[in-house]
């Protein structure tokens, strides 16, 4: 286990009673390197959106709570905030919520000079994504060759 997913693991228990207690949902930890700086991001929501005061509400109680624990020696940046209209799918929980919903699929390596695909998330395991097309088509994907997968948003 890399240092990354170690501190996100932890946070992610961390976490878990004030997600719990406040009727919240934990959509992702992430932690990564960007323009030479450390960043703590947490993502969050609940039915109906989250709001600042929300993402206030788990900043002041995540940063008492990393200050006690102290598990990250690395100066970072600790973010909190709702995952956003364009919400990649992840967890599991997350591509079960989604089905039926259109979908953005970005590859890492072409099929037929297309790397994006737009489609209706149809089903998935822990293989392969399947999405149908407008013209009815089912498209299969194996994960491992899936850059990105996010809900697509009109406006």
């Not at 600042?52 to 200050?67: A, G, K, N, T």
């Not at 973010?79 to 929980?93: F, I, M, N, Y």
């Not at 699929?105 to 099929?111: D, H, N, P, T």
């Amino acid at each position: 286990m890399t240092k990354r997913e170690e501190y996100e693991i932890k946070t992610e228990k961390i976490l878990e009673p004030i997600m719990v207690a406040n009727g919240f949902e934990l959509v992702d930890v992430e932690y990564v390197k960007e323009g030479g700086n450390w960043y703590l991001r947490t993502y969050i929501d609940k039915e109906g959106g989250i709001t600042v005061d929300d993402c206030e509400i788990v900043s002041r109680s995540l940063s008492d709570l990393l200050d006690k624990s102290d598990y990250i020696p690395d100066a970072y940046i600790m973010e909190v905030s709702s995952p956003g209209l364009g919400r990649q799918l992840k967890k599991d929980k997350d591509f079960d919520r989604s089905i039926g919903d259109e979908i953005e699929v970005k590859l890492f390596k072409s099929i037929d000079k297309q790397k994006e695909f737009v489609g209706i998330l149809v089903s998935y395991d822990k293989d392969t994504v399947t999405i149908e097309l407008e013209n009815n088509t089912k498209l299969d994907f194996q994960r491992t060759d899936i850059a990105m997968i996010r809900l697509t948003f009109d406006f």
